[in-house]
């Protein structure tokens, strides 16, 4: 079932407005990570606007949907999603990374409404992923657990102990995005530690596989529900690997490893800003 038009538009307008305020974050600090942030932009605008059951009022309900973001150096993202989702104002986004803001430079869940655990170190996020879909089963809450991974972190091993460990526990309330873009820190990720075939190490450990268009929303949005019903069915937990672009939306940085973990000068932001118009 596609997104209506008037949603696509929606979801499209809020991709571009994620964009530009990371790139600004970005720029006031001289520090962050742009390109692994800009790539998820979809991703994100599809779980906060059509699919997840949250209240940014009361942001620590106990059967609220839940995304887990591993991917823990996205910040940027992170922070802009939650102020458009209206966990807070947002007008001070500009302090992220300087001394004393809540905006650190990766997520600390006793700072900033809306994040759910503190992450980092790659692959921590996963296993608490885990543990709040166990957590939730227990309750016998009707919630979903989303998971949104890098593919530089299914180098580490405790990712695969999480998702070796969800298929175990046949947690059909939990769902995977990894944020296949390619590129992490020192470079394309199949030369620094090659991680194909992904899809089947986790088929492999009794995972649902859907692959998409990371940048196409209806591509996102319909794996989704697909993994609501396939969880509840077959009581499995599923994975959307989604192919990204790496600094999504800006023609000189889409692709480039040097965008990973540089923020773009003053200059380089017009330029930016400019295609996202």
């Not at 990371?22 to 600090?29: D, G």
């Not at 150096?73 to 102020?83: D, E, M, R």
């Not at 009794?206 to 019903?229: F, R, S």
């Not at 069915?233 to 889409?254: D, R, Y």
């Amino acid at each position: 079932m596609p997104l209506t038009e008037k949603k696509h538009k929606e979801l499209t307008e809020i991709c571009k407005d994620l964009r530009k305020t990371i790139l600004k974050m970005v720029n006031a600090q001289a520090s962050g990570h742009p390109g692994g942030s800009m790539s998820a932009c979809e991703i994100a605008a599809v779980l906060y606007f059509a699919v997840m059951n949250y209240d940014p009022k009361n942001p620590e309900k106990p059967d609220r949907d839940r995304l887990v973001v591993s991917k823990g150096h996205a910040t940027p993202l992170v922070y802009s999603i939650l102020a458009k989702a209206g966990y807070f104002k947002g007008d001070d986004l500009l302090t992220f990374r300087q001394l004393g803001s809540p905006y650190q430079g990766h997520t600390d869940r006793l700072r900033v409404p809306g994040v759910e655990t503190s992450t980092g170190s790659l692959g921590q996020g996963s296993t608490f992923a885990v543990g709040a879909a166990l957590g939730s089963r227990l309750n016998k809450f009707k919630n979903r657990i989303y998971l949104l991974q890098s593919d530089g972190e299914l180098q580490e091993g405790s990712s695969w102990e999480a998702i070796m460990s969800a298929g175990h526990y046949h947690l059909g309330n939990l769902t995977a995005i990894v944020d296949r873009n390619r590129i992490q820190l020192d470079g394309w990720t199949e030369e620094t530690m090659a991680l194909e075939p992904i899809g089947k190490k986790y088929e492999a450990f009794n995972w649902h596989v859907q692959e998409v268009d990371g940048h196409n929303l209806n591509e996102i949005y319909d794996a989704i529900l697909k993994t609501q019903e396939i969880g509840q069915k077959e009581n499995k937990p599923c994975v959307i690997i989604a192919h990204t672009i790496k600094g999504k939306g800006v023609s000189f940085m889409e692709d480039q490893v040097k965008w990973h973990g540089v923020a773009p000068n003053d200059e380089e932001l017009a330029k930016a800003l400019k295609e996202l118009v």
